[in-house]
């Protein structure tokens, strides 16, 4: 069984940065694609950002020139690099990882408030 473990949230205020990494425990990580999504309190989850094994990346639109998808395939370890916070970005965020069958983590939570 796959596991996804999050890190890396917590309180920031506007304009500042975060940065979230999901460690997965499977070496199916280097061929799968990784990414992440996010739900705002009342709002349905959304999708942010994803890496495919050959390093193709997409953003939502909301995040593109702000956050920054990674992946190091020695650490089995992706990287959500989020700058210029904004309290929009306010959200539990999950990481994913799809390889035929897709695994979630349990989720990180971001506070981005004054």
């Known amino acids: 069984q796959v596991q996804l473990a999050e890190?890396?949230?917590?309180?920031?205020?506007p304009g500042g940065s975060l940065r979230l990494s999901c460690a997965a425990s499977d070496r199916i990580f280097s061929i799968s694609t990784m990414?992440?999504?996010?739900?705002?309190?009342?709002?349905?989850?959304e999708f942010v950002a994803s890496i495919t094994s050959g390093g193709s990346i997409n953003y939502v639109d909301s995040v593109k020139?702000?956050?920054?998808?990674?992946?190091?395939?020695?650490?089995?370890?992706v990287y959500l690099?989020?700058?210029s916070l904004k309290p929009e970005d306010t959200a539990v965020y999950y990481?994913?990882?799809?390889?035929?069958?897709?695994y979630w983590g349990?989720?990180?939570?971001?506070?981005v408030s004054s």
């Open 65 to 77: 020139g702000r956050f920054t998808i990674s992946r190091d395939n020695a650490k089995n370890t």
């Open 7 to 13: 890190s890396g949230g917590g309180l920031v205020q």
């Open 95 to 102: 990481c994913y990882m799809n390889n035929r069958d897709i």
């Open 106 to 111: 349990k989720g990180t939570l971001v506070t």
């Open 35 to 45: 990414g992440w999504y996010r739900q705002a309190p009342g709002k349905e989850r």
């Open 81 to 83: 690099e989020m700058n």
